[in-house]
């Protein structure tokens, strides 16, 4: 399936997953996909937008890439390492992307299929293709 819009969440209040009728709980705190797919796009086949939440269980497809790239950066790297975050695009797509220079709150996870991290002053987990350390930063 191509997702349109994904965006990495932690849930404030409990939903169920959409996916292929798994229903699964999603509670408070817990992390999830909130996704749309477009009209007219792979099996959404009506002219309006299809937003789905879905579970952890659901996006863990194929993750061993990313399971092991998550593993590698939390052997170089603990929890509170600075880093420069880039939570939209990074400048080499975009050349007003602008960094938030800020630390590791949580060691790197993977969330659906990406390797991710949570960063102080910013409310969402963030792709590790987005994060560069901050060499001789003090952690």
């Known amino acids: 399936m191509s997702l349109g819009l994904r965006s990495y969440r932690t849930a404030r209040t409990a939903k169920r997953c959409s996916m292929h009728g798994c229903r699964r709980a999603i509670q408070p705190g817990d992390q999830y996909l909130r996704t749309s797919l477009p009209p007219l ?6 002219e309006h937008w299809w937003s789905l939440n879905v579970c952890t269980v659901c996006m863990r497809d194929d993750a061993t890439a990313e ?19 880039y939570p939209g695009f ?3 797509v975009d050349a ?3 960094g938030l220079d800020t630390r590791t709150r949580s060691a790197a ?3 659906g299929r990406t390797a991710v991290v949570w960063v102080e002053g910013h409310g969402a987990c963030i792709a590790l293709t987005h994060i560069d350390v901050i060499e001789g930063g003090a952690s």
């Open 96 to 98: 007003s992307a602008r």
């Open 109 to 111: 996870s993977v969330l």
């Open 41 to 46: 796009v792979d099996v959404n086949s009506s």
């Open 67 to 85: 399971e092991n790239s998550a593993a590698r950066f939390n052997e170089q790297h603990p929890i509170g390492t600075p880093v420069r975050a």
């Open 90 to 92: 990074r400048p080499e």
